[in-house]
């Protein structure tokens, strides 16, 4: 939590989840999950939701190891994270920029495909919140200010009821092996995999720096 604001938000977000009928045990994970992204945002609120729906339709125990794919790169991830432990750093995350607040969930296989399910936002459920609704829809009607409380409270009490699920078949996430490779025009090494041509990406397509020393 942001310094110096953690024990307001703690105890009212445990206040609105417990307004909300949360069950205990997800209340915790929100809680951990909250810290981690530094603050409850209404996407790691509705995440939360949907990874611990994923993994009941899963039929899953915590202990097991789950892969996970994200179709947004904001607020999302962070539920996966904590809730699944499916992270960039351990190759179980996957994350897909097309902009759809969705999260696809499996179990490890050998098999180069896997059964998956695949919960997102059910924009004909979110009718039945209008705040979750505004604040969904980026409207210029939801004002942050003025109505966080009620779209926290609204979120909680929506829980699992905006969200449908498939299920789906997804592509296995197999580890590359490499070779290191040395980059000719920097000196440092990559993955050979990651070479574009006859130089690395961050001296091509994936460089984000400007060297100012």
Request: aromatic share 8%.
């Amino acid at each position: 939590m942001p310094a110096g604001h953690a024990e307001g938000y703690e105890e009212a977000l445990t206040a609105s989840m417990k307004k909300g009928g949360v069950p205990t045990a997800l209340m915790q994970q929100i809680l951990r999950l909250s810290e981690f992204h530094t603050y409850p945002a209404p996407g790691v609120l509705i995440g939360a939701f949907m990874v611990d729906y994923a993994r009941e339709l899963l039929g899953v125990t915590h202990d097991m190891k789950l892969f996970g794919v994200c179709e947004t790169p904001k607020c999302l991830p962070d539920a996966l994270q904590v809730i699944a432990r499916c992270t960039t750093g351990n190759s179980r995350l996957k994350i897909v920029p097309i902009g759809k607040f969705a999260i696809t969930l499996n179990i490890q296989t050998e098999s180069e495909t896997a059964d998956a399910v695949r919960v997102y936002v059910d924009l004909e459920k979110l009718k039945k919140y209008p705040t979750i609704d505004t604040w969904y829809a980026n409207s210029p009607a939801y004002d942050k200010h003025t109505m966080k409380n009620l779209l926290m409270d609204e979120i909680f009490r929506a829980g699992r009821h905006l969200l449908s699920s498939e299920r789906v078949r997804v592509q296995v996430m197999k580890k590359k092996k490499w070779t290191s490779v040395t980059c000719p025009r920097c000196g440092e090494t990559v993955p050979d995999y990651l070479i574009e041509g006859d130089h690395c990406g961050a001296c091509g397509s994936m460089k984000y720096y400007k060297e100012i020393g």
